[in-house]
């Protein structure tokens, strides 16, 4: 029986510098992202598909074009006549990277505006992924109406896996993003943070705190991830904790959170236990890590 993956949430259009004056176009997004590599770990028997909102223009076409060549279904992505897909440039100055994004009006904004279309597209999957950032792009009045629908999903069966991803400038304020993450929390079956920023806009001291603050919001598996630092979830109220593999040359920690969560889920979901499974994250996002960009090709690092 085909097992339904859906991630939602927004992809954009990335501008990375060659360094030859000019940039190459490419397409990345935090849930995309994990999308992408869930797409490559999980067998045949598992469709991974994508939800989101582009427009109906050609870098539209493009975009949809890329996901389909990844193996990502676009059947659930709406298409707006009146706007187009996200944008950022990445600069390099003196070798430190900076971004500047144009994606405040962008089609993907507009995932949850059609209530009965996202409840219909959740209804199929036996897996849903989101995280803050899809959160934090849906306008402040939808976004309850999203979680609504998570939790019926969740009610009729589904997995939910939602990364708390903390980033307060997409937020109206930092306090509206600590809600609503704790609220998407309430209605997950697993929640994905990375400590440093929970730390630093939950004031947690420790990776426990943050295993109990969403333990204690109703989430029944919190796995906290902490960069080059031990992995830390609890089973039955006992601490159990997994030292990610030491990388020696990080190039780019791009996505080092969002492979981590494929690894993970796919192999968690195929069964395996928390241990393997965390292992399996910690051995991807290691792999990421040491390449440049988001995205990178397994069969020439595996
Ligand atoms: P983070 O979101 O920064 O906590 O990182 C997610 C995952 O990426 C971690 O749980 C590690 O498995 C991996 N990771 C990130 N940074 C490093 C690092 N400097 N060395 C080794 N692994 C890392």
């Not at 279904?73 to 003196?94: E, N, S």
Request: hydrophobic content about 45%; glycine content about 10%; overall charge negative.
């Amino acid at each position: 029986m085909t097992r339904n993956f859906l991630a939602i949430g927004e992809c954009m259009v990335e501008m990375a510098p060659t360094g030859e004056g000019t940039y190459r176009l490419g397409f990345a997004g935090d849930t995309l992202n994990t999308a992408w590599y869930t797409r490559r770990l999980l067998p045949d028997g598992w469709n991974v598909s994508y939800l989101t909102g582009v427009g109906r223009d050609s870098v539209s076409d493009e975009m949809l074009t890329f996901f389909e060549g990844a193996g990502i279904g676009t059947d659930l992505i709406q298409r707006f006549d009146d706007r187009t897909v996200g944008l950022y440039i990445i600069q390099l100055t003196d070798g430190e990277r900076s971004f500047s994004y144009w994606r405040s009006d962008s089609a993907a904004r507009q995932l949850a505006r059609d209530g009965a279309r996202l409840d219909a597209a959740l209804a199929a999957a036996d897996v849903i992924y989101f995280s803050g950032i899809t959160l934090a792009i849906l306008p402040k009045e939808q976004r309850g109406g999203f979680l609504e629908a998570v939790k019926a999903a969740r009610t009729r069966g589904a997995t939910i896996a939602f990364d708390p991803n903390l980033r307060p400038r997409l937020w109206e304020a930092v306090e509206i993003m600590c809600a609503s993450v704790m609220e998407a929390a309430a209605v997950s079956d697993v929640v994905l943070p990375s400590f440093e920023d929970e730390a630093t806009y939950f004031g947690d001291a420790g990776p426990m705190e943050t295993v109990n603050r969403y333990t204690d919001a109703g989430a029944p598996l919190v796995i906290v991830k902490n960069g080059p630092g031990e992995v830390l979830w609890q089973v039955d109220g006992a601490p159990w904790t997994f030292q990610v593999p030491p990388v020696t040359e990080v190039v780019d920690t791009t996505a080092a959170g969002d492979s981590f969560n494929a690894a993970f889920l796919a192999s968690h979901l195929q069964g395996a236990d928390l241990e393997t499974s965390v292992a399996a994250g910690a051995r991807l996002a290691a792999q990421v890590i040491g390449r440049r960009g988001a995205l990178v090709d397994l069969s020439q690092t595996v």
